[in-house]
């Protein structure tokens, strides 16, 4: 699997998350911060001319032929303002470049964290939200909301228990 860490904060919540997840299930960790990646421009040439490729020379062709040669996606982002960092939503729109076989069957492992609790509506409606991008898809779905408030470490750590759990059961 590729994991995509889309925090903006290095060695954060998210940041622990995606490596403890990565340790535990194999998958390759690329941190969105780091990636020379535009946004997609809608120019449809990945659909014309381009047959699968971007018109974008950056990082993101080479992210993408990664993810096409893998069993699945892990998106791990922190909540802002109840969807994902801009961070993980170029990549996410940048997976318009792919043909529909290149993701159906694979697997879309996501995983929310936030400050709120992890009994908040926002996680219902981002699992939900991707729900749907997943059975448009055609990818095998699994959703993780989890919530710390900032600097407390004892909440985190129950947190790091829940990825645990949560690493076993897609791994
Ligand atoms: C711009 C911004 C918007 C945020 N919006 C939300 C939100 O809607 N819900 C929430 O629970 N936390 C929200 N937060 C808090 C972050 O999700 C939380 O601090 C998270 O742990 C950050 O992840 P990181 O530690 O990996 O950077 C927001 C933080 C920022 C900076």
């Known amino acids: 699997m590729i994991a995509i860490a ?18 535990l299930t194999g998958a390759e960790l690329i941190y969105a911060r780091s990636l020379n990646a535009g946004p997609c421009r809608a120019c449809g040439y990945c659909k014309g001319k381009g047959d699968g490729r971007c018109v ?9 032929e990664r993810i096409r040669s893998s069993d699945g996606l892990v998106l791990i982002s922190p909540v802002y303002w109840w969807q994902t960092t801009a961070q993980i939503k170029v990549v996410i729109d940048r ?4 043909k529909a076989e290149d993701l159906r069957g694979k697997k ?3 995983i929310m964290n936030g400050e709120a ?43 790091l228990q829940k990825v645990d759990v949560f690493a076993d059961a897609i791994a």
């Open 6 to 23: 889309g925090s903006p904060r290095k060695g954060m919540y998210s940041d622990r998350i995606a490596e403890r997840i990565s340790a």
């Open 108 to 110: 879309l492992v996501v």
């Open 56 to 64: 974008q020379n950056d990082d993101m062709p080479s992210v993408l």
């Open 117 to 159: 609790d992890d009994s908040d509506a926002e996680y219902t409606i981002l699992s939900r939200q991707f729900a749907e991008m997943a059975e448009y898809l055609g990818m095998e779905y699994s959703f993780l909301g989890v919530g710390t408030p900032e600097g407390n470490e004892e909440v985190f750590q129950k947190v």
């Open 95 to 98: 997976l318009y470049a792919l």
